[in-house]
């Protein structure tokens, strides 16, 4: 499963394209943006970076990706053959995980280049900030599932669970801006908003150099999140195979 959607993410190269360049772009814009306030670009493009990594280049991959599988597969009649695979709901979930894994990775390092092409970098643990980037993927793609299973049948139904829901947690969870300026109601909102709990994860880790001995309360968080979402996605799938066999 993993397999077959990067080679189909190989093929359309359009989409490789754009997964590549919204990152680049992103994190070219905000770095500039803040280069000034921040002391320097080098400390501008490091403090921006894991924002940038998990708000906006792994939130509409790792997201927006499992959902367009879930639709493509509505789309090409393929859900049909799954009706008759031997593929569980778990195992299914877990090669849409894997290759946006993957994908998340890719990216990861095409923002630390960039990061580092202007003197900027990673100050923490790379299995760590790899911890991270698994867990926000997990939690990401099972979202992404259940969107894709239940609130999307075609492909222009895509974007609009995307935004509705997305973009709102977004702004939540401190991509854009500090969480810090949010009111004591909002905050206590956000600690229920999983991208939240990621930046604030990936930009100790990144920043910071933050040992796990210090983001133990964080990454219990986002685990246990990790594997409602994984849940969510086994079930989801299930559910819409039932649907479609009934109908």
């Not at 990861?108 to 280049?113: E, F, L, V």
Request: proline letters at 4%; charged letters at 15%; aromatic letters at 10%.
């Amino acid at each position: 499963m993993a397999g077959r959607i990067l080679r189909e993410l190989l093929r359309t190269r359009r989409t490789l394209l754009f997964w590549v360049l919204f990152p680049t772009l992103m994190l070219i814009l905000f770095g500039s943006v803040y280069a000034a306030k921040m002391g320097g670009v080098d400390q501008s493009f490091t403090r921006t970076s894991p924002g940038i990594l998990i708000g906006a280049a792994m939130f509409f991959s790792c997201l927006a990706g499992p959902l367009t599988c879930i639709v493509g597969e509505r789309e090409r009649h393929t859900i049909r053959r799954l009706l008759i695979s031997p593929l569980s709901g778990t195992a299914y979930f877990l090669g849409v995980l894997w290759a946006h894994v993957i994908i998340a990775f890719g990216q990861a390092a095409i923002i630390y280049g960039i990061t580092l092409s202007v003197g900027g970098g990673f100050h923490g643990s790379l299995w760590l900030g790899a911890m991270v980037i698994v867990l926000s993927v997990a939690v990401y793609a099972g979202i992404g599932v259940l969107f894709g299973a239940f609130f999307a049948k075609r492909t222009e139904d895509a974007t609009g669970p995307v935004a509705a829901v997305g973009v709102p947690l977004l702004v939540l969870g401190g991509t854009f801006f500090p969480t810090d300026i949010l009111t004591p109601f909002l905050l206590r909102l956000a600690q229920f908003d999983p991208i939240f709990h990621m930046n604030n994860a990936m930009r100790a880790v990144w920043i910071d150099g933050s040992r796990l001995s210090e983001l133990s309360d964080t990454i219990l968080v986002l685990a246990l999140m990790a594997l409602i979402s994984i849940a969510l996605g086994a079930v989801s799938y299930r559910s819409m195979l039932r649907k479609e066999q009934l109908g």
